[in-house]
């Protein structure tokens, strides 16, 4: 027991387990940037195939699936309209500047929720005095926003004001899986709604590396030149996708494992002093609280844990993230509950 290490800083920590690496030993290759690897291609053809759209491309990272999409959709000088907690806005480098040479229009959103209101609103008129709007992005579920799903009249709702004015409709669906798991909406559900989705299998899905763009067959066309161009042609990359067929097929149902457990520990946390935490408010793996700073110092608070073995991270100068994943076990969350009660109540 002294000696556990509960690691909930990210959902990305996860290791390949021992059946997936054997699925990767097995895993038939050929060169993919000749479009050459049987396993790449059996990848792309069956998410493709579950999001109800004509074609997917393998990535190697979420940053370079959302970055080929918003290439493949903009022109230079255009601008993004995207919530300001957004993946997007926040830890992907400036990408959409240095990459597509477009800027990002900030909204307001509700923990990383916008509303299609909003979204019309931020659409510029046709004047040669504003930068045209090239793209709408949303993020499915909010990493920023806590783990929560976004609601899917919004979606369509906001769907409907990108169709009327003819934008296209981006999806940061890094944990797409998560949100299908919890509320029963399919993949193809989802997809109806957007011109693309990219998803990732490296978090929750627990494969080391990969992530997929999915739309149709011209805008993946271009993601595809786009991939090619930031470094992204893997060649025999099908021992990769053999992890992420493996983690679809064995890991994808179990994510509401991580759910159930990270309410467990939501509730179980959220009654002791200083913390604020509303465990209703965690839908899915990603648990975000404040604490009183008057009676609880974050960074404080953060550094006991880990002298405990419970690794986490502070999210701003109040607020404390833990994420929930395919390592947690029931009996982690036991043991980081006590070691929570031990420094609150003493
Ligand atoms: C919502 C979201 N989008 C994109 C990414 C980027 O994924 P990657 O780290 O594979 O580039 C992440 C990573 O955590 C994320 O949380």
Redesign the pocket.
């Known amino acids: 027991m002294k000696n556990r290490i509960v690691d909930l800083r990210?959902d990305?920590l996860t290791r390949p387990t021992a059946e997936m690496r054997e699925a990767m030993m097995k895993a038939e290759v050929g060169d993919d940037v000749f479009g050459e690897d049987p396993t790449i291609n059996r990848l792309q053809e069956t998410v493709a195939e579950l999001c109800g759209k004509e074609a997917a491309l393998f990535v190697t990272?979420?940053?370079?699936?959302?970055q080929v999409s918003i290439n493949a959709h903009t022109n230079p000088g255009q601008e993004i309209i995207v919530d300001k907690n957004?993946?997007?806005v926040n830890?992907?480098s400036g990408a959409p500047a240095l990459l597509a040479g477009v800027q990002v229009h900030p909204l307001d959103g509700n923990n990383g929720i916008i509303t299609a209101e909003q979204v019309e609103a931020a659409i510029r008129p046709t004047d040669d005095h504003y930068p045209q709007t090239g793209l709408i992005c949303l993020?499915n579920?909010?990493?920023r926003g806590g783990g929560n799903i976004f609601p899917l009249d919004e979606i369509q709702r906001i769907s409907a004001v990108a169709r009327k004015y003819q934008l296209p409709l981006h999806l940061?669906g890094?944990?797409l899986w998560n949100a299908s798991i919890e509320t029963g909406i399919s993949l193809k559900e989802y997809g109806q709604y957007f011109d693309s989705m990219?998803m990732?299998f490296?978090?929750g899905l627990g494969a080391p590396v990969g992530?997929i763009v999915v739309g149709s067959r011209e805008f993946i066309r271009k993601a595809h030149f786009y991939r090619k161009a930031y470094g992204g042609g893997i060649r025999q990359g099908g021992i990769l996708a053999a992890a992420a067929l493996y983690a679809l097929e064995h890991h994808w149902p179990r994510l509401k494992d991580d759910h159930r457990r990270a309410r467990i520990l939501a509730t179980e946390i959220a009654s002791l002093p200083g913390i604020l935490l509303d465990p209703e408010s965690v839908q899915t793996n990603i648990i975000i609280f404040e604490v009183e700073p008057e009676k609880v110092e974050a960074e404080d608070l953060v550094r006991q844990l880990g002298e405990r073995g419970v690794l986490c991270f502070t999210f701003g100068p109040t607020k404390i993230r833990l994420v929930t994943h395919l390592e947690i076990t029931d009996e982690d969350v036991e043991y980081t509950v006590e070691v929570f009660q031990k420094i609150l109540k003493e």
């Open positions: 990210s990305t990272s979420g940053v370079q699936g959302n957004a993946h997007i830890y992907e993020e579920t909010h990493n940061d890094a944990r990219m990732c490296s978090k992530s």
